[in-house]
């Protein structure tokens, strides 16, 4: 196992390596892994470093403490004296998302405990989601007199359209169950279960080809938007091209020849 640097234990974030999995850790309980400045520039730092690593195959994103994260920190969002920028976090978490979003490497969003608002928008962003059933979800902004606008560009793309209305207009607390219901999640299981339950999907996503995973992650964003005939034509090119490539005759090949792919990590 690799740790990403030599001083974890002063930062809000850490990153660590083990058989393909980059592992990145909120960092910050004593208020709640809210996002600060500071957090948001490390996470994006570790981000960076995970999909730069050639040996990550996927990124698992996750927590310290009972919250995975309670939103941006209030104390930095306050209008600056001077010369000094409004709202400083809406300035950086905008990166950070994308950067998830746009990940040609799958990512895991273990979430360790509860979140709230902005940090619904790094669940909304990742590609796979999983809490334990205690966890509790809420998006307060309207509460606060703001509103879920940043974190509405994942989030409306992964939510059920009249679930999005009731959650967002209210701000009501649902649980865990709900949460998958809606779509937030992909499941929901309980506490005990949960780091297997991770370990299962990561499992799974190291048997993939890395271009194989990438493409896919974008052709489900992207197919139900083109019209049929359009879509078939532009599949069928795909598909040619990924049977024909070096990573798809290896998977072949491995399959024939009952091995495991080039691609999986050995452990």
């Known amino acids: 196992m690799n740790t990403h ?6 930062r809000l974030v850490r ?13 910050s309980p004593r208020n709640r892994n809210a996002l600060s400045v500071r957090l948001l520039g490390e996470l994006a730092d570790r981000l960076a ?8 195959r996927v990124i698992v994103l996750t927590g310290t403490g ?18 000094a920028p409004a709202a400083p976090v809406t300035a950086s978490f905008p990166e950070i ?8 490497k799958p990512v895991v969003c273990r979430l360790n405990g509860t979140a709230r608002a902005g940090g619904l928008g790094l669940v909304a962003a990742c590609d796979f989601a999983l809490a334990p ?19 509405s560009v994942t989030v409306l793309r992964r939510l059920d359209p009249r679930a ?3 959650y967002m207009l209210t701000g009501e607390v649902f649980d865990a169950a709900r949460a998958q219901e809606i779509g937030l999640l992909t499941r929901a299981v309980p506490e005990e279960d949960l780091d297997a339950a991770v370990a299962h999907y990561t499992d799974m996503l190291l048997r993939g080809g890395p271009e194989s995973l990438a493409l896919t992650k974008q052709l489900v ?34 399959f024939m020849e009952k091995r495991p792919a080039s691609w999986i990590p050995r452990s």
């Open 133 to 151: 059933d205690t966890a509790s979800f809420a998006f307060t902004e309207v509460r606060l007199g703001v509103v879920p606008a940043m974190i």
């Open 15 to 27: 990153g660590e390596v083990a058989g393909g999995v980059a592992t990145i850790t909120l960092d």
């Open 97 to 104: 998302m994308n950067l998830i979003w746009e990940s040609p």
């Open 49 to 56: 470093w995970a999909l730069a690593e050639e040996s990550v």
């Open 66 to 83: 009972p919250v995975f994260c309670a939103g941006a920190d209030l104390k930095e969002q306050r209008t600056g004296p001077g010369d």
């Open 164 to 166: 999005a209305s009731e």
């Open 5 to 10: 640097g030599d001083r974890s234990a002063e």
């Open 221 to 254: 964003r992207t197919v139900p938007t083109l019209p049929v005939q359009e879509g078939l034509h532009r599949m069928a090119e795909l598909s040619s091209q990924r049977f024909t490539s070096a990573e798809g005759q290896e998977g072949i090949a491995s």
